[in-house]
C-alpha cells in the first residue's frame, strides 16, 4: 500500500460517528506526533489514541471530505473539510493536513485550521 493510499484509509475512518481508537492508533508509530496547530502536540501513539478516542465524547464525526489530496515520498497533504455533530448541530472546518509516514506509518500529523471558526461553530 502506497503512502497516498495509508492516509486516504485513514481519513475513510472518520466515516464513522465514533471512530475506533485502537484502530486509529495502528496507523501511528510509536513514537507518533499529532499537533493541531493552533494547540499543543500530542507526543506518542497512545497518547494520540486517548485523544482521538475522546473526541467522540464530545462530538461525533460526520466525515472527512478530502478535496485534493498529494503524496511524495514519506510525506502526504491533504485539503479537506472535517465534518462533526456536536449537541445535533453540524460542525463543518477546513483543514489543510501534513502526514509524514515512516514503514507505512504515520510519523507526524499536522492539520492547520483556524481555531476562531471552530469555536464558533461550537458555541
Request: glycine fraction near 8%.
Amino acid at each position: 500500500m502506497t503512502n497516498n493510499q495509508v492516509i486516504a484509509r485513514f481519513c475513510r475512518e472518520f466515516a464513522k460517528p465514533a471512530p475506533d481508537s485502537e484502530r486509529l492508533a495502528s496507523y501511528f508509530t510509536e513514537d507518533a506526533v499529532y499537533h493541531n496547530i493552533p494547540m499543543q502536540p500530542v507526543v506518542g501513539r497512545e497518547a494520540i489514541k486517548n485523544v482521538l478516542g475522546g473526541m467522540s465524547t464530545r462530538m461525533l464525526s460526520a466525515g472527512w471530505q478530502v478535496k485534493r489530496q498529494v503524496a511524495r515520498g514519506d510525506v502526504v497533504m491533504n485539503e479537506r473539510v472535517d465534518n462533526f455533530t456536536v449537541g445535533g448541530k453540524p460542525v463543518a472546518i477546513p483543514v489543510m493536513g501534513v502526514f509524514e509516514l515512516r514503514d507505512g506509518k504515520i510519523a507526524a500529523w499536522r492539520d492547520y485550521f483556524d481555531l476562531a471558526m471552530f469555536q464558533k461553530q461550537m458555541a
